[in-house]
Structures are given as structure tokens and as C-alpha cells.
């Protein structure tokens, strides 16, 4: 017993010592220590659209959706947004990274990982014009008798992008269900559908576009054109997987994912804190006081060069709104990630608002609607405002649908950030 209580007493006094001098709680509720400095990164391109109220819907008459868009009070979340629409080059990032994704694929360039996998060692530069590396790799490519054109041309249909992705939906709906019952896995076709020039547009000439608009250096800053709703989630997929892989390498902390915007986020941004606008500049009027036009679309009845671009025109064009965001009226209408029903606006919710139906390959052609918003270079005023709806198939892809992504943090939302 005498043994014990002179143990006790020895850690009373050691207990005692090392509190001496010592900075603490001393017993009160202050938390768990966290030494990180955290700064959320911010997205190169990208802007700022702060948190905020939002009177989403039609600002004039809804002539065409007859009450489609009811006037009705949301509360939005901050977020970041492309300052541009997606260009010609930066998706052809996109379609350079699964290129060469397919070539070490064939060529067994693989890293062994310490738990027994393996990896792609995309470092290794690919010499596309080596006779070895040509002989090995020919099956991306088609032939020069079986081209067409006379030599050997790259089969865009071989750059397939796949990605898994985790459902978290359904696994909060269904808790007791194996993780991996909501692992998602997609095969997407990469390459841009390049004859969308010819196919939606008959009796016109347009082979000379068709063939130069998506790879020709010229058109580098232009909007890519002719990606389906897939291709485009897909590239969100692969952007996000960019990023968040270099942030790894350096031990720097990733949060949020790159994707598309719904369409009252896209509202919310086109808008730029102007309340009840018609268009991202304010309006009622398509031209300023000198007579210059504020965005590309079809003016005059059909004259389509009257605005400065007889079709699409780079990325950059024409005034940015009040939040730095270009061309969310006009040049090419956007993808949005949310599905297309008439009677939205009576269902959605108060804070963040949103209907996304994952649409499955089976669904009836109605379900596989997705909203587009802006209009573009072959829409009239109307489409234009920032309130009017319309709709595409996710797998239909046209010359005047392009993207722009979102990209949103999980840190605590502000209405305004300093």
C-alpha cells in the first residue's frame, strides 16, 4: 500500500513539472488544435461568383416556355466559374492527355506501385514519329489506302476516356449496401464530333470549317463546338483529376471537384448581381448607345455578321459581365448538368436549387434531356436572356452547344470573400 501511494505521489509531481511553464487549456473547452494556415486555392481562368439571393426566372414575358420559368427567391452558395467558355485548345488538352494514355497502354509503359498495382507512366515522352513507336501503335490509326485523304490519320474513335465515379446519392439513400455497389464507371468517346458543321446545316458549304475548326491553330481561342453532354462531364472529370493529382505530389489539400454548373448556378453567374436583368449587361436593349452590338447572336432578321462574327468568335469577345464572366449570352448557348423538366421551378428547393436526374443508357429519349442556357451565334435575342430555357440530348452534339465549368469548395460559404 505504502509502494502504491508513493507511486501516485510521483505522478502527481511529474504530472505537476510538466505543466510548469506550460501553455494550455488547463481544462477548459477550447477545441482540438489545428496548426494549417488554410487557404483554399483558387483556379487559374476562373472567377469569383459570391453567395448571395437570387430572383430566379423569366424577367419579361415567358412567351415561349408559357410560365416555364416562374419568378421565385433562392438562396446561392458561392462558387467559382470559367471566366470563358471551354476553347478549342484547352479541351484539346483533354484529348492530348487520352491520346497519349492509350499509347502507353499499348506500349506497356506501367509503374509498379509499392501495394502491388499498377500505374500509367505518363512521363515517358511518346516520339509519335519514331518507325518502332508508328509500327507498335498501329492500330490508333487508320491506314493511308483506307483514309481517304492519301496517309495515315489518327482513328478518333480509339480515344476513349474512362473514369469511375463514386454515387454519393445513392449510397446516402441506401447505407447498407456495399461501397462499391455505387461505384460508377464510364467509357466516354474523347474526340469532338467534327462533322457537326456539315450535319446541321444542309445545302451550305461549310466542308472547310468542318475540317479545320477543332485542331487548326487559328482557331486555338475559339469555343470548342460539337461535345455532348457525356464528352463534357468527362473532360470535368479529367480536369479535376489533373488537379487534384498535383496537388498530391506537393501534400497541399484538395477540396470540391470541377464540373458543370447547374442552370440556376448559370443564371446566378450570367446575371452578375443585376436583379430581374434580361441579359448579363442589364438591358432591354442587344446594342449600346453607339449602336455596337453586346454579344453574338442573329440580329436584323438573319444578318449574322452584323454583330462582329458570322459564326462563333473567340473565347474572350465582347464585355465581360458585373462578376468578369464573357459570352454567357451568345457565341455558343452551354451545357448545364441539370435535367430538363417544364415544371421545375415548382419543385426545386430554396438553398441551392437543383434537379439532376442521372440519366441511365435505357431511358426513354424525354429523360435524356439536359438544360442549355445563353444562346449563341444562331439564336435570336430571345435565347439570349438570361432567364429563357432550352434543352439538348445528352448525346447530341451541335455547332453551336459548348461548356464552361464550375468549380465550388466545401469551406464554409460567405456572401462576400476578402
Partial sequence: MKQLSLKISAFALTAMLASCGASGPEGQLVGSPNMMAYRAPEPIGMVYVPSGVLKMGASDE?????????????????????????????????????????????LGDFIDLPDGTQKLDLRKRINYRDADVQDQLASMYIPAELSGWGRKELDQSKLV???????????????????????????????????????????????PIAQQYNWFSAFDKYPVVGVNYNQAVAFCNWRTMMWRSSRDKYRQYFEGEFRLPNEIQWEWAARGGRTESPYPWGGPYVINKKGCYLANFKPQRGNYAADGGLYTVPVDRYWPNDYGLYNMSGNVAEWTSTSYFGGTYNSISDMNPDINYKVKENDPLWMKRKVVRGGSWRDVAFYLQVSTRDYEFTDTAKAYIGFRCVYQQIAPALTNRR
Avoid at 69 to 90: C, H, K, P, W
Avoid at 182 to 196: Q, S
Wanted: glycine fraction near 2%; proline fraction near 2%; charged fraction near 25%.
Fill in 62 to 106: 415567358d412567351v415561349r416556355g408559357k410560365n416555364d420559368a416562374l419568378i421565385r427567391t433562392v438562396q446561392m452558395t458561392g462558387f467559382y466559374m470559367d471566366a470563358m467558355e471551354i476553347s478549342n485548345d484547352q479541351y484539346r488538352s483533354f484529348t492530348n492527355y487520352v491520346k497519349d494514355s492509350t499509347a502507353h497502354t499499348i
Fill in 161 to 207: 476516356y474512362h473514369y469511375e465515379v463514386f454515387d454519393y446519392d445513392e449510397a446516402v439513400k441506401n447505407p447498407t449496401q456495399a461501397r462499391t455497389a455505387f461505384v460508377k464507371k464510364y467509357d466516354i468517346a474523347a474526340y469532338p464530333d467534327t462533322t457537326v458543321w456539315m450535319r446541321q446545316f444542309i445545302h451550305s458549304y461549310n466542308e
